[in-house]
């Protein structure tokens, strides 16, 4: 399978599966609603995004453990409208005087690949305050500058690429104090709870509280990732 198919595939399939809190695959016809967004050029994040959302309202509008939708279908319509949403924003950025390459850019359509992942750690580390953190980013920074210059093929970058996310968040949790750690902890859990974690499998369990741990390291240390850089996500 094409690398960036397979990653685009897997950051959906992981995301839609951990809010189900069940089930290991998806269905062929969700897999070609997948393939459909990809080829049309929505950014993943937008993806991810619209199903967040569209969770999130589901759940609003539903009594505590009603059955989650069993296909992405049901949220076609939440990822169309980030869709629309995200073009106006493009529309506006280009008449408030920008060329649509800028708009692009800014929208995420640049396609930087592994360029754009490096400059986002550059631009994460120069935030940082811990020194810890930044020789964390600056490892991360290194290894992925010693991919750019190789000739290894696409599939080593993503995997390369994922390798580095992971060792980023184990690394930045690795800075945290216990008081930091616990405190991220007792918010992810509570995070799985309003998600319906009560309904879950004990797999899906632990997997949405490492999405939600993860996630919230990140937004701790302002590191986005990796893989969603590369994907041209926004």
Do not use: C
């Amino acid at each position: 399978m094409d690398p960036e198919r397979a990653a685009y595939l897997a950051a959906v399939e992981s995301r839609f599966l951990t809010h189900r809190g069940r089930g290991f695959l998806l269905s062929p016809r969700d897999v070609a609603l997948v393939d459909g967004w990809r080829t049309r050029g929505v950014p993943v994040k937008v993806v991810l995004q619209a199903l967040d959302e569209g969770m999130a309202r589901f759940r609003q509008g539903h009594p505590d453990g009603a059955p989650v939708p069993g296909t992405l279908a049901y949220f076609a319509g939440h990822v169309e409208e980030a869709v629309r949403s995200r073009r106006e924003r493009l529309l506006g950025l280009m008449e408030a005087g920008g060329d649509a390459g800028v708009a692009a850019s800014a929208a995420g359509d640049s396609g930087g690949g592994l360029a754009a992942a490096i400059e986002a750690l550059v631009e994460a580390g120069r935030r940082q305050e811990r020194e810890a953190a930044r020789e964390v980013l600056r490892g991360a920074w290194r290894r992925l500058k010693q991919a750019s210059g190789g000739e290894g093929d696409a599939a080593d970058v993503w995997s390369l690429t994922a390798a580095v996310d992971r060792a980023i968040v184990d690394g930045l949790w690795s800075s945290l104090t216990g008081e930091e750690r616990a405190a991220l902890e007792a918010a992810a859990e509570a995070s799985v709870a309003a998600s319906g974690g009560a309904t879950m499998s004990v797999v899906a369990r632990r997997d949405r509280l490492r999405f939600e741990l993860d996630a919230a390291v990140r937004r701790r240390f302002g590191v986005p990732e990796l893989v969603e850089v590369l994907l041209g996500g926004v």
